[in-house]
């Protein structure tokens, strides 16, 4: 029973299928002047416009590259990178991935003065706040679409209603809502967009940015003419054409699919606090992902109930995939203020593609007692 599909999620068959001949017989290289390498070429570019397409962007404004976590360094340190003689000033939001936190922390190192935006107990954003925070020498707004621990939905569009007339480039991390939500690039008016394959049913290791025409970012890696020279290296042809797959089959299901998880979701929102007691919600209400249930059980371990679900067979997480395992409760839950003996005990489950009413059913079966043997 697979909770943590906000970590990673399957590969579906069906985009196996797709990447197998880009191993075998149309393994050329996208770069070769031949025909076998043109057939390479064109199932790239086909891979870029149906990515474009998909979120309302132009083939050009599309880079492939090896996940989020590269997007996001690129594009703070491309972006910081190009207007060092503009201004020297980052704000990221509280929230954000640490593929976001710990780039600007180097940066600050490097004499970069970053604004950590403070959210508030839902972990939104706050607009104000925001715009108090610019200043002249701002070069950069950092601020994801959707939490991947606590599943809540930031207001972009409003954002970009601040950033946009003062020529501030605003980064978007789309990780845990391209493929689950609409997302288009102008609606929310994103000058950088950040994704990766393996949070809607594609191949680890891949992913890519929309970067917006005339978006002062530098190359990430040099050495080809690749990607129009914002990322050098031979593409990943198998695994961007098994992305575009998946962004397919996202295309044709991710309605129906968000509905069945949400129904699913309100009823772990409705089941566990019925049945357990000293228990609370975490994220916003309405503004947050389909698929995403966060809780906090007072005086219970975090990491113990993650052991006993894991004896069932029942894989979940405590937050981001990166800080479980570590001691201290995230980044986010201090963000959110969530008190101690919350914050320790903290589950968070996902819901995706394979998840089913038995699961859930046995979940909310099994969980009470569990948390009651684990009250200390
Ligand atoms: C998973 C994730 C990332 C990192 O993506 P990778 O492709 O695994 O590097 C970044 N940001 C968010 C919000 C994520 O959920």
Redesign the pocket.
């Known amino acids: 029973m697979y909770f943590d599909y906000?970590?990673?999620t399957p590969v579906d068959p069906q985009v196996v299928e797709a990447m197998l001949p880009f191993w075998t017989d149309q393994f050329a290289n996208a770069s070769s002047p031949h025909s076998l390498g043109r057939l390479a070429n064109t199932a790239l570019e086909d891979a870029r416009a149906n990515v474009a397409d998909f979120l309302g962007a132009q083939p050009k404004e599309i880079v492939f590259n090896?996940?989020?976590?590269?997007g996001?360094n690129h594009a703070l340190y491309g972006v910081a990178n190009s207007l060092k003689g503009i201004g020297r000033h980052i704000i990221v939001s509280s929230v954000e991935?640490h593929?976001?936190l710990e780039p600007a922390e180097f940066l600050q190192r490097q004499g970069y003065k970053v604004t950590f935006l403070p959210v508030d107990k839902c972990g939104t954003v706050d607009i104000k706040t925001l715009e108090a925070a610019i200043t002249d020498q701002t070069i950069l707004v950092a601020v994801?679409h959707?939490?991947?621990e606590i599943g809540t939905i930031q207001p972009i569009s409003d954002i970009s209603k601040i950033t946009r007339p003062r020529k501030i480039p605003l980064l978007v991390?789309a990780?845990?809502t391209v493929g689950h939500i609409p997302v288009h690039v102008d609606d929310l008016d994103a000058d950088i967009l950040?994704f990766?394959a393996?949070?809607f049913y594609g191949p680890?290791?891949v992913?890519g940015m929309y970067i917006r025409p005339k978006t002062p970012v530098e190359s990430y890696l040099r050495g080809g003419d690749q990607e129009r020279g914002f990322r050098a290296s031979t593409q990943n042809v198998s695994g961007i054409v098994g992305l575009s797959k998946a962004i397919d089959l996202c295309r044709q299901s991710m309605t129906d699919e968000a509905r069945q998880q949400m129904a699913f979701r309100d009823q772990l929102f409705k089941e566990i606090p019925r049945l357990v007691e000293g228990v609370r919600v975490n994220g916003h209400q309405e503004d947050r992902l389909p698929n995403n249930a966060h809780f906090s059980f007072d005086r219970v371990e975090g990491e113990s109930l993650l052991m006993v679900l894991d004896m069932k067979k029942i894989y979940a997480s405590m937050g981001?995939?990166c800080t479980s395992g570590a001691m201290e409760p995230s980044h986010v839950l201090r963000a959110i203020q969530l008190p101690d003996e919350l914050a320790y005990g903290s589950l968070r489950l996902t819901l995706g593609r394979w998840t089913r009413q038995e699961h859930i059913d046995t979940l909310i079966r099994e969980l009470p007692g569990m948390i009651k043997g684990l009250r200390i």
Not at 66 to 70: L, V
């Open positions: 906000a970590a990673t090896s996940g989020a976590t590269e996001n991935h593929s976001i994801m959707a939490s991947n991390d990780c845990q950040t990766s393996h949070k680890k290791g992913g981001s995939a």
